[in-house]
Each structure stands twice: as structure tokens, then as C-alpha cells.
T-cell receptor
Framework: RKEVEQDPGPFNVPEGATVAFNCTYS??????FFWYRQDCRKEPKLLMS???SGNEDGRFTAQLNRASQYISLLIRDSKLSDSATYLC?????????????FGSGTRLQVQP | NAGVTQTPKFQVLKTGQSMTLQCAQD?????MYWYRQDPGMGLRLIYY???????DKGEVPNGYNVSRLNKREFSLRLESAAPSQTSVYFC???????????FGDGTRLSIL
């Protein structure tokens, strides 16, 4: 089982739609969680951290469910500029590896 | 405000040639990382350096060596390039192992 699993998509949605991605992680000791965004042929960029109580940044809402070991990202009022690949990222505590683990990403295509 | 700088941005090599990819960060980060990303795949960690003077293997270290030259610089060396090493290489840095990583804009490497 992969440490971090995401549905690769693509998710094709119209402008203005609400879309949600889930990501599951295997290490129950994981402590830090993030969502990154990667545009085609560009470097990944931090979108937002994910906190235990859930957090919001404008149109983006992130949730963490420790019991079920998944995190989610909700995008409201989708814009064309939201088209990108969204990477779920986890800090796998207890593995001895002091580095984050990146999921393979979920591709979002927002259509006019 | 440069962040993470990678050189070169593009490179074509012949099988068996060697080269070094350079990475420097100006954020006073302790940890630095090298990833490769192949088409349709996620980021795979090659090597990382949790702090100056230390390096550790990641998921796919074979065929690579690294040097943490000082706190700012972390280089990746291919001693004898193989076509399987054709990829996009990203360098990243973070304040610590569980902290968000900041990426350079990548090196596109083709090995013929």
C-alpha cells in the first residue's frame, strides 16, 4: 500500500463549481499535512497546511480526519486558474525518514 | 528574493557522461532535498540532507551522489548517466523535516 494515495483524476468541472479531493495516508503517526499545487511543467508550490480542526483560505478548505486517516481539499467557485495538479503531502513520523511524502497528485481541469 | 535556485535549467547528456546539478537556497533552511519527477508520476525522493553535514538516501538513490557543501548548497551528481535518468529534477529546502518545502523551478535532463 502506498504511503499516500490520491485519485489521479482528471476532475473536469465547469467554472463556478465546487470540487473536493480526498487523500488517504497509511502512517497513523503522521503529524503534518499539506496541500501543494503543481502547474504543468512547473515546480510544486505550497497551497495550504492542514490543521486538525480544519482550516480555510479564501475559496479553499482543508479538513483532516485522523480516525479514518484521510485529508480533503474543497475548492468553491472554481476558476479557470485553479486548473492544476493538487498534491497531498504528509510528514510520516516514526519512519526515521526526516522528509515529507508526496502523493502522486489529482489533476483538476476547470472548463469555461 | 530568489528562494531556491537550480542550475542548469536544461541539459542534454550522452549515456555515460557525468554531470552535477547545483542547488542553492537563501532562506537559511536546515534541510534540503533532491527529487525526480517522471511523466505521469509523482515526486520521488532521491536524497536529502536534514542538516549541514548530513545526507541520507531517499526512495531512489541508485546512480546518484550528493554533497551538502554548506548550509546553502546541495548538489546532485550523476557519475555515469543512463537513459533511465531522463527526468525533471527538483531541489527543495525546508526549515526542518516536517516543515513545508520550497522548490526550485527544476532541471530538465535528457540522456540520449
Amino acid at each position: 500500500r502506498k504511503e499516500v494515495e490520491q485519485d489521479p483524476g482528471p476532475f473536469n468541472v465547469p467554472e463556478g463549481a465546487t470540487v473536493a479531493f480526498n487523500c488517504t495516508y497509511s502512517n497513523s503517526a503522521s503529524q503534518s499535512f499539506f496541500w501543494y499545487r503543481q502547474d504543468c511543467r512547473k515546480e510544486p508550490k505550497l497551497l495550504m497546511s492542514v490543521y486538525s480542526s480544519g482550516n480555510e483560505d479564501g475559496r479553499f478548505t482543508a479538513q483532516l480526519n485522523r480516525a479514518s486517516q484521510y485529508i480533503s481539499l474543497l475548492i468553491r467557485d472554481s476558476k479557470l486558474s485553479d486548473s492544476a495538479t493538487y498534491l497531498c503531502v504528509v510528514n510520516p513520523r516514526g519512519t526515521g525518514r526526516r522528509a515529507l511524502t508526496f502523493g502522486s497528485g489529482t489533476r483538476l481541469q476547470v472548463q469555461p | 528574493n530568489a528562494g531556491v535556485t537550480q542550475t542548469p535549467k536544461f541539459q542534454v547528456l550522452k549515456t555515460g557522461q557525468s554531470m552535477t546539478l547545483q542547488c542553492a537556497q537563501d532562506m537559511n533552511h536546515n534541510s534540503m532535498y533532491w527529487y525526480r519527477q517522471d511523466p505521469g508520476m509523482g515526486l520521488r525522493l532521491i536524497y536529502y540532507s536534514a542538516s549541514e553535514g548530513t545526507t541520507d538516501k531517499g526512495e531512489v538513490p541508485n546512480g546518484y551522489n550528493v554533497s551538502r557543501l554548506n548550509k546553502r548548497e546541495f548538489s546532485l551528481r550523476l557519475e555515469s548517466a543512463a537513459p533511465s535518468q531522463t527526468s525533471v529534477y527538483f531541489c527543495a529546502s525546508s526549515a526542518g523535516g516536517g516543515q513545508p518545502q520550497h522548490f526550485g523551478d527544476g532541471t530538465r535532463l535528457s540522456i540520449l
